[in-house]
């Protein structure tokens, strides 16, 4: 676990190095001195960091952060972080890893390494042509209305549409404003290649002061009020299956009323794999949709379906070419969305209620057992070894 959460912290120093109260600056010194660094070198080296044009990437930020430490107060002498706390715990490992070097040897390396990152830096490389470049994260969630349609659209294609912890939350706020709008259909669907790759493995990472137990905490919160929401909505909630899906994005698919999917999609729930259990009521939806066996293979095994195997299990509602998939799909919804708007609702409400109880108590515990499995070895095994890129689904 120690050695795990160490790698994976590794991809996450960029961002913590950057506070100048606990990063080594990192200057560009051409042509300083190898031997006999003087303070001043030092104080160079350090007060360039800013000018750097290229990220070195996280091995050598952390390395520099480790002699800038080392350099500035000594040898290691801060009480080590916790297990969970990933980030604070490799940036103490590196330093402690420097052992008893002084501080003039470590000033020293610290000007050398500086140095030699200069000549890379120095001459930026042309930016890279228009479709090459990977487009901007910015908007995760897009949501637009026509045609009677409001369609929430996950927006993280570079990240396989992975769910945020604002993603949650703007999900909840468009789907609350949808339930009110003029429109008679709601549609979630993804951007690019994949539907959705679930839970963002990264959301683990953002420790608050209240440390992993307030992490869990404010995640089962967060997860009970995404369900409770798809479990009170009013109208038709259809989702437009674009590619794979993962996880959260499989689960909550026996809350929709509609599942279309391109024959691209598969349904993948590798809640075991990862130290973790079922949510989104897949625990009360899936074995009432396919059986208890045929959910157990999905929730306990982990089994990955097919469209058509998730479409003959009763997942989905149907299966499309993927080269006619989004022609066909919106040409039906467009469809569907003129049909009396008051008798969609009641009919959904009469199909729902009878089980919406049911659904909010199956709701509140799979999110308190969660909340739970989030604090464990084995999830956050699993965890670090996602983020250390040891471990793909
Ligand atoms: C608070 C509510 C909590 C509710 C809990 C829900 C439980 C779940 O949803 S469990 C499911 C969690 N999801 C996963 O375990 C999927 C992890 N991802 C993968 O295994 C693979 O990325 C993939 C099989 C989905 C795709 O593999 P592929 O080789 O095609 O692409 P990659 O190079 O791996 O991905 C591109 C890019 O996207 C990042 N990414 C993908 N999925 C996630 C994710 N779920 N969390 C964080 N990041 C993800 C991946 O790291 C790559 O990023 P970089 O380009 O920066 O390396």
Redesign the pocket.
């Known amino acids: 676990m120690a050695v795990l959460a160490g790698r994976l912290a590794r991809r996450w120093c960029f961002g913590l190095l950057r506070s100048p109260t606990q990063v080594p600056a990192l200057g560009l010194h051409a042509g300083s001195p190898t031997m006999g660094t003087s303070q001043k070198d030092f104080n160079d080296a350090v007060s360039q960091v800013k000018l750097l044009n290229e990220d070195p990437g996280n091995e050598v930020k952390l390395e520099l952060y480790a002699l800038y430490k080392q350099a500035t107060e000594g040898p290691c002498n801060v009480p080590k972080p916790g297990m969970l706390d990933f980030i604070n715990k490799t940036k103490w490992d590196a330093w402690n890893a420097l052992g008893s070097l002084s501080k003039e040897a470590a000033r020293q390396k610290y000007v050398d390494l500086v140095s030699s990152l200069s000549t890379s830096s120095e001459s930026p490389s042309p930016e890279a042509p228009a479709a090459d470049r990977k487009p901007p994260e910015g908007n995760s969630l897009v949501v637009t209305s026509e045609d009677g349609i409001t369609t929430i659209r996950l927006n993280r294609p570079?990240?396989?549409n992975?769910l945020t912890?604002q993603m949650?939350h703007d999900i909840v706020a468009a789907l609350q404003a949808a339930s009110k709008d003029e429109s008679t259909i709601t549609v979630l669907t993804g951007s690019g290649d994949?539907y959705c790759?679930?839970?963002?493995?990264?959301?683990f990472t953002h420790l608050s002061a209240g440390g992993p137990e307030e992490m869990a905490r404010s995640?089962e919160v967060?997860?009970r009020d995404?369900v409770d929401c798809l479990i009170d909505f009013p109208k038709p909630l259809v989702a437009v299956v674009n590619g794979p899906a993962?996880?959260?994005s499989v689960t909550i698919l026996g809350l929709f009323d509609v599942v279309y999917a391109t024959d691209r999609a598969t349904f993948h729930t590798?809640?075991s794999h990862?130290g973790?259990s079922p949510?989104g009521c897949s625990s009360y939806t899936f074995p009432k949709i396919m059986g208890s066996s045929k959910a157990a293979e999905m929730l306990l095994f982990g089994k990955k379906l097919t469209a058509q195997e998730a479409c003959a299990r009763g997942l989905v509602t149907e299966v499309f070419p993927d080269g006619t998939f989004q022609k066909e799909v919106w040409a039906r919804l467009k469809a569907y969305s003129k049909l009396p708007p008051n008798a969609m609702r009641i009919s959904k409400q009469i199909i729902r209620n009878q089980e919406k109880e049911k659904l909010h108590a199956v709701n509140a515990e799979e999110s308190s057992i969660?909340r739970e499995r989030w604090l464990s070895d084995e999830c956050m095994n699993a965890i670090a070894s996602?983020l250390s890129r040891k471990a793909?689904?």
């Open positions: 570079t990240k396989k992975a912890t949650y994949y790759s679930g839970n963002d493995l990264t959301n995640g967060l997860l995404f993962v996880g959260i590798p809640f990862l973790q949510e969660l996602f793909k689904l």
